[in-house]
């Protein structure tokens, strides 16, 4: 069994519940490299590598609460437009990022209604089980 800070390296191709694939380490051209434990991955899907040997390829099913947790629409947050220079610009249904005095946000511009702009901070994936298919190729 794998431990904590062991650097792999594995493929992965991760899709939804409707077979829509959302990430697919092949497309880079190069394994995906990271240290167990450090939190680059989900922990479900750390847990998942750690019991795989190398040369194994795993088959995973990470539950929403243990991906990005169930939608929620409370974190859709209403600005005024005024707050927003070019308000106009803002990409209706695409991600950006906002900067705060504390930190960068990434949400989805939902749209514009009596003034207000709405913005979505749940993750894109969120409300969403994952499935994982894994390849471990190295361990070290």
């Given at each position: 069994m794998l431990e904590n800070g062991q650097t792999v390296k594995v493929d992965f191709v991760g899709t939804l519940g409707n077979g829509a694939e959302f990430s697919n380490s092949h497309l880079v051209g190069e394994p995906f490299q990271f240290t167990?434990?450090?939190?680059?991955m989900l922990a479900a899907f750390e847990d998942a590598v750690r019991a795989m040997d190398v040369g194994q390829q795993a088959k995973v099913r990470i539950p929403m609460e243990e991906a990005y947790g169930p939608y929620d629409e409370a974190l859709i947050e209403r600005?005024?437009?005024?707050?927003?220079?070019n308000a106009g610009d803002l990409p209706v249904g695409r991600y950006i990022v906002v900067e705060t005095p504390e930190e960068s946000l990434r949400v989805k511009v939902l749209g514009f209604k009596d003034g207000?702009?709405?913005?979505?901070?749940?993750h894109e994936l969120a409300g969403e089980d994952l499935y994982f298919t894994i390849d471990l190729l190295e361990a070290s």
């Open positions: 167990l434990g450090e939190g680059t600005v005024p437009v005024a707050r927003f220079p207000f702009v709405y913005f979505d901070h749940n």
